[in-house]
């Protein structure tokens, strides 16, 4: 599959957020990563549908993957939609009704994703994996950038890797949290391809510089993929 690097608005600059963004998708993101936090499911709080709404009117053509890090997103989904989400995830975690919450998304006229903290096993996903559009592993515990990849991540990533081939799926492979330069050819070469990416592309230095030399980290390690 096609190796694609989403950037993750977490991390950028949230008074010129759509120069940012737009910085981030000419250096060759080609999805952008919104980070949805409620300060009760994670203990951060971000943005809701009005940021969404507005940054849609700045970048009309993007694919918007809306992350819900959130308690009930039921409640909310419609809004998310509505604001100009393209991709939904939600959490395995916080979802009492998994199924019904990614039917739900569907229903809305958006892709539907499925969300793992680290310390939740990938085969809690096995009921659902051939609904979703894709599979997010957190190789972070969620509510903030900047940390430190986990490396038994990676377990996870070749778990879903096999079982896609195995079952014959179609789900995509996401990874979000300490995707950077030094750790993203491990994160590929284990079977990830959308790679959301936020402090390693808007931390510190020129945006679309740093964008373009992490895909291009990404894409020779996917040459070195068996």
Known sequence: MTIELVPSILSANFARLADDAKAALDGGGTVLHLDVMDGHFVPNITIGPPVVASLRKALP??????????ENPDNFIPAFAEAGANWI??????????????QLIEEHGCRSGVV??????????DEVLDMVHHVLV????????GQRFIPWS????????EVRETLGMSYRIEVDGGVAVDTVGDIVRAGAELLVAGNAVFGRGDIRENAKKLLGA?????????
Do not use: W, Y
């Open 138 to 145: 957190m190789s972070v515990n969620p509510g903030f950038g």
């Open 61 to 70: 053509d993007v694919t918007f993957d809306c992350h819900l890090m959130i």
């Open 89 to 102: 995830s939600v959490h395995q975690e916080a979802c009492v009704h998994l199924h019904r919450t990614l």
């Open 154 to 161: 990676l377990n996870k990533i070749k778990t879903l890797a």
């Open 116 to 125: 793992i903290n680290p310390a939740t096993p990938v085969h809690t996903l």
């Open 218 to 226: 990404a894409r020779a390690a996917m040459l070195t993929r068996a």
